[in-house]
């Protein structure tokens, strides 16, 4: 891997992190209880419900 494409992944995953930072001080609790209730996977399927979101 070049120098070039490691600084670019670096820079890349800073940048991540400050949005992830900065949307997760958005979200009120309700709203990251139902964001989690959508990873939940049930006993008889094998995927979540946010799998099926945008499926149709």
């Known amino acids: 891997m070049s120098t ?3 600084l670019v992944a670096q820079v890349r995953g ?3 992190d ?3 930072e900065r ?3 958005l979200v009120s609790a ?3 209880r139902l ?3 959508l990873l939940d ?3 008889s399927s094998r995927f979540s419900q946010l799998n ?3 499926r149709r």
């Open 4 to 6: 070039l494409a490691r």
């Open 14 to 16: 800073q940048a991540a």
């Open 23 to 25: 949307l997760s001080a």
């Open 30 to 32: 309700e709203q990251a």
């Open 18 to 20: 400050r949005l992830h």
């Open 35 to 37: 964001l989690e209730q």
């Open 52 to 54: 099926g979101c945008g």
């Open 41 to 43: 996977v049930s006993e």
